[in-house]
């Protein structure tokens, strides 16, 4: 029997397949885990609409080509058949191609003519269905489309698909949900023919446009009321009629989060920031981040060159960490020496906080002290011991820090017997300015919220950007930071009860709860901070 050669599957010389794959409505965290594998592995992504892409690629390799599936590259649309072929062409060369589709991607029939025509070209392809926009969309305003208690019909209707013949047949007004997908026109004219199909002009409707995103917004309406309402409507919208929407007051529960459609500014570099912003998405918030400082090697590399050759040598007893950004530099610094982790082999190693000892622990080393209280150089000191002369053979500390870091640390540790070799390994540098609409926005109100991790983070967004806008709520991370805010000429309204990134998160989004619940009390309808007229600024309580 002849051997088979295995050739690698690269682009080229495998052959090309075509997943088709539900997007979902737009939340990223509706992502089947099939479509996030299939994203990962993809050498072609060919979406619906471009805005998505960004969303979409969260899950796909840096070098992945993005193509827009809806239009040629002079911009004008695409039909069925030349976007079959365009789908064909991606995947003829050997490459792997996801071809997103809003929603889920077997309702639409688009996908036909595009599967047979990776069909004819001998291209393997698979379909991967997602969460239907007619289903989630309405779930995310708080309206169950089929309400239990009773039997429920519901009736997903794409509005351009209907032709002449009714809307609906056989429904029951008094009981049934019907769900209208489609462009605003074409909404208000379906709202016109449930109308003459014997639907009353009071039965409920809602129009919700940007479904399950921070953008999303929903309006109730009786169905007379929708024609006008939906040619206005602005992004993707879905109309729901039916009895189902009264029940959206007690369901209400994507749109009443804390800080839903806050806009906050993170000013933290991007792998500092990256649980904070996806504990603020939790709460609704949309998160932009700001470096507002650079890291770069210290002008003197050879004193951490001399302490790494300590390390080895058994110059220590302890290391302590202090920051991510330490463990990041120490560790770059070892991997250039040709070292691993296992250089700290026979040490104790001391991490300031949370934050920093997962960053250890990525890097395969347990901390053998993290503070138990207050997560700080203050809150170290507390729990690290004394030196012992009977206990500890060596009384030496290495500080990996950065050029501008506090004595407190240093000194704390001395008085605890403990002689310190405070070695500076990355300096901290005022980032580049941002672009100028970001910094317009700064100033000018075009954010709720920002959040200040540090004095540094204050002085130097300050400088950069210039200060936040009067309504901008400002949140500190503790006394220090505050006190530097207010130097600046801020008003401070958050304090973290601890000094904790994602506690500041949650004590912002207990201030924005409060003021919506002050608002509802009086009978207002809750607006974002920087809807609001200076006068209607709140401080925290």
């Known amino acids: 029997m002849k051997p088979v050669t295995l050739l690698p599957t690269t682009p080229g010389n495998r052959p090309g397949s075509v997943s088709f794959v539900g997007g979902g409505p737009g939340d ?19 979406v619906d609409i ?10 796909a390799r840096p070098d992945v080509r993005v193509v827009d599936g809806g239009r040629d590259i002079d911009g004008t649309p695409l039909g069925r058949a030349a976007r079959a072929k365009s789908v064909v062409n991606a995947a003829s060369g050997g490459a792997r191609v996801v071809r997103i589709i809003d929603g889920d991607s077997t309702t639409f029939s688009s996908i036909v003519e595009e599967v047979a025509a990776c069909r004819k070209a001998g291209i393997d392809i698979e379909i991967v269905p997602g969460v239907p926009i007619a289903t989630a969309v ?28 009714p ?66 409507a602005v992004g993707p919208t879905t109309l729901v009629v039916g009895s189902a929407v009264a029940h959206r007051d007690s369901l209400s529960w994507f749109e ?24 603020l998405t939790e709460y609704g918030a949309s998160a932009v981040v700001v470096p507002t400082i650079s890291v770069e090697q210290p002008r003197t590399p050879q004193h951490m060159d001399k302490a790494v ?89 290495l500080l990996p820090r950065a050029d501008i870091a506090t004595e407190t640390l240093v000194a704390g540790l001395q008085e605890l017997g403990w002689e310190v070799d405070d070695v500076t390994a990355y300096r901290t540098v005022r980032a580049a300015p941002p672009p100028a609409p970001l ?83 009086t009978g207002e309808e809750p607006v974002r901070p920087s809807q609001r007229r200076p006068s209607q600024r709140r401080r925290a309580r």
Not at 186 to 206: N, V, Y
Request: glycine share 10%; with cysteine; net charge negative.
């Open 28 to 46: 990223p965290g509706l992502l089947t885990l099939r479509a996030a594998r299939l994203l990962a592995d993809a050498d072609v992504i060919i």
């Open 50 to 59: 471009l805005d998505r892409a960004d969303v979409l690629t969260r899950h």
């Open 138 to 165: 309405p779930v995310y305003a708080g309206v169950p489309i089929a309400p239990g208690g009773h039997t429920s019909a519901v009736h997903v209707v794409y509005a351009n698909d209907h032709g002449d013949g």
């Open 167 to 232: 809307i609906t047949r056989g429904a029951d007004a008094k009981h049934d949900a019907v769900v209208v997908l489609g462009a605003g026109e074409q909404l208000a004219a379906a709202a016109t023919r449930l109308a003459a199909e014997g639907w009353a002009d009071s039965t409920p409707a809602m129009l919700i446009s940007n479904g399950t995103t921070l953008d999303q917004t929903s309006r109730l309406l009786t169905l007379s009321q929708v024609p006008a309402h939906a040619v206005a």
């Open 256 to 279: 009443t989060r804390p800080l839903f459609g806050w806009r906050v500014l993170v000013p933290r570099t991007k792998e500092q920031s990256e649980s904070v912003v996806d504990r």
């Open 309 to 397: 050759r300590g390390l080895v040598t058994g110059r220590y007893d302890w290391v302590g960490f202090t920051s991510i950004n330490a463990v990041r530099a120490v560790r770059e610094r070892l991997e250039a020496l040709g070292l691993d982790a296992r250089a700290f082999s026979g040490l104790k190693i001391a991490a300031v906080g949370g934050v920093t000892a997962a960053s250890l622990r990525e890097w395969g080393i347990e901390p053998d002290l993290v503070p138990s209280g207050e997560q700080s150089a203050m809150g170290l000191l507390a729990d690290w011991p004394e030196y012992d002369e009977q206990t500890d053979p060596i009384n030496r500390v």
């Open 439 to 521: 910094r317009d926005a700064i100033k000018a109100g075009g954010f709720d919220a920002v959040l200040f991790t540090s004095s540094s983070t204050v002085r130097n967004l300050v400088g950069i950007a210039g200060k936040p806008h009067p309504l901008t709520v400002v949140a500190c991370i503790g006394p220090n930071t505050a006190k530097t805010a207010e130097e600046h000429g801020l008003r401070v309204d958050v304090l973290s009860p601890t000094p904790s990134a994602l506690e500041l998160a949650d004590a912002l989004a207990s201030y924005g709860a409060r003021l919506r619940a002050a608002a509802l009390e």
